[in-house]
């Protein structure tokens, strides 16, 4: 009888690109009793189960057996944890242990993904300041460009813009400086423009342009207008000339401020990112598998719970592909708390009672464990991502200009920016032997012979040759992986006095 678990997990098996194991589980005697399903792993080179029962034994001596008899007799020295999960029932004094810890770091990922969430609404204010800045200073860089022409004895007029920076600015100094609150103040130009005589002032203020100080005196004084307009213009053309270049030394220095206090705030923005990430990967740890919260193995008024840990050990490399060996422990245990001396916070349970070993071989290139590793890690890397998600989303409205201010500022962002595709490796030419003269004569005569016996011989094109490479399973890695499984199986039997052959 075939049992299938989960569609979904065989497909997302298949997306890393593994055919899902088919196992037996049970078998209640007769032809055709024994029930097979999909158990949600790679399919493997061989597989060795077993099961353990008493009331008294400890899991943890089962786990650290295996642990260190392939670490330590079989060199299998590369090792990572792949699933380190459990779940308790609601009545144990284990689970409400547990909950405590998982309230504490629920409270520190809160605390700090509401400092985030704050230091990115402020850096929206920041970007938009440092956007304002660079608009006042748009102008003021052409108006300084006329200025070295002029140095130079070209006329203003040369540098493209002059005029309508010129015009922007006045208008700036008009509207802001003079006239505040939006009322026209006394003393202002279209104050005085409303009076008799001085019509024509706002006029002569705008067409008139001056770049520095020394040249109003001479501007003004060629002109054929009534003495006390010219003194009227020549003040308001000295204030303007003065503000401009006041204000733009204020607002360079501000903005270099703002440039520095933005990349101390991204800093810490990106600080605060690394703290929360290891107080999630605790919570991740800490909440109760859900999956095995409705096993009939949990009940909620007994004293137990269940451990699932799943360990993936290599060697090293044999041609290109690591002999492995995983083992999964599922452990259904009476946890007992033992108590300390006064003054002790921390009481660690003590399990004991029913633990199922599952081993399994394989033979995985490096990239097979980094894919079979994130198929593993999917949930946690899903969660993981939501800090750097919800930033980033946040983000995308400001990227191209938080990039430019952050490169500005000496600090390139890491979050929004976006990584060039990988260059392909440019095929590596073979260095010219001495021998080359003679093998290019007999790779002629071979040649030769192929043009008269064309089915004699079929020399493979790289490419098929390297797929060829890549598809076929290599002996000496699958053979290693084996004679560990079974070796490992076998004397934890012996040593532990069970049935073996």
């Known amino acids: ?8 997990t065989n497909a997302r098996l298949k997306e890393f690109g593994f055919s899902e194991e088919k ?4 078998s209640a005697g007769g032809e055709g009793a024994s029930y097979y399903l999909f158990t949600g792993y790679p399919k493997p080179l061989g597989r060795l189960q077993l099961v353990l029962e008493s ?23 590369l090792i ?3 699933t380190d999960s459990f779940s308790a029932s609601e009545q144990s004094s284990f689970w409400g242990q547990a909950q405590q810890r998982l309230s504490i770091q629920q409270d520190r990922v809160q605390q700090y993904m509401a400092s985030i969430g704050k230091m ?19 102008p003021r860089e052409i108006w300084d460009e006329a200025a070295k022409a002029v140095a130079k004895g070209k006329p203003a007029e040369s540098v493209d813009g002059f005029k309508s920076a010129d015009a922007t600015l006045k208008s700036e100094y008009t509207d802001m400086v003079e006239n505040r609150g939006g009322q026209v103040q006394p003393g202002s130009i279209y104050h005085l423009s409303s009076t008799v005589g001085y019509v024509t002032l706002p006029d002569l203020f705008f067409n008139t342009r001056v770049l520095t100080k020394e040249q109003i005196d001479k501007v003004v004084d060629g002109m054929d207008w009534n003495p006390n307009v010219k003194n009227v213009l020549r003040r308001k053309l000295f204030q303007f000339v003065n503000w401009k270049l006041q204000s733009d ?56 719970s269940i451990a699932e840990i799943e360990i993936l050990t290599k060697q090293p490399k044999i041609r290109g592909w690591h002999p492995c060996v995983l083992m999964t422990f599922v452990h259904r245990t009476r946890p007992q708390m033992e108590f300390h001396r006064e003054g002790f916070q921390h009481r660690g349970p003590v399990h ?29 890397m899903d969660l993981l991502g939501l800090v750097d998600g919800s930033v980033e989303s946040a983000m995308e409205a400001l990227s191209a200009d938080l990039d430019r201010y952050l490169a500005e500022a000496g600090a390139p962002d890491t979050l929004t920016k976006k990584h060039d595709p990988p260059k392909k490796e440019e095929e590596q030419v073979s260095p010219s032997s001495i021998l080359e003269p003679f093998v290019a004569l007999f790779k002629g005569f071979a040649e030769l012979g192929l043009s008269f016996f064309p089915g004699l011989y079929a020399p493979q094109k790289k490419e098929e040759k390297k797929s060829s490479v890549a598809g076929a399973m290599p002996g000496s890695a699958a053979g290693a992986a084996t004679f560990a499984l079974y070796q490992a199986y076998k004397n934890y039997k012996k040593s532990h006095r069970l049935l073996s052959w």
Do not use: C
């Open 249 to 304: 030394h204020e607002l360079r220095q501000r903005r270099r401020f703002q440039l520095q206090y933005l990349r101390q705030h991204w800093d810490t923005v990106k600080m605060y990112m690394a703290w929360v990430k290891p107080h999630l990967r605790n919570v991740k740890r800490l909440a109760m598998n859900p999956e095995r919260a409705n096993s009939p193995d949990l009940i909620s008024a007994f004293e137990g």
């Open 352 to 380: 004991v009672g029913r633990v199922e070993v599952t081993l399994r071989a394989y033979a995985w290139t490096e990239e097979q464990v980094g894919k079979y590793r994130e198929y593993r890690e999917k949930e946690e």
């Open 120 to 138: 990115i609404k402020d850096l929206f204010a920041l970007v938009r300041e440092l956007r304002i800045i660079d608009e006042k200073l748009a």
């Open 1 to 8: 009888m075939n049992l299938g678990i989960s569609e979904t």
């Open 80 to 82: 990572d944890k792949i």
């Open 55 to 77: 009331p008294s034994i400890s899991i943890e001596e089962t786990y650290y057996w295996f642990l260190e008899h392939l670490r330590t007799d079989f060199s299998f020295g």
């Open 23 to 26: 196992a037996e589980v049970l």
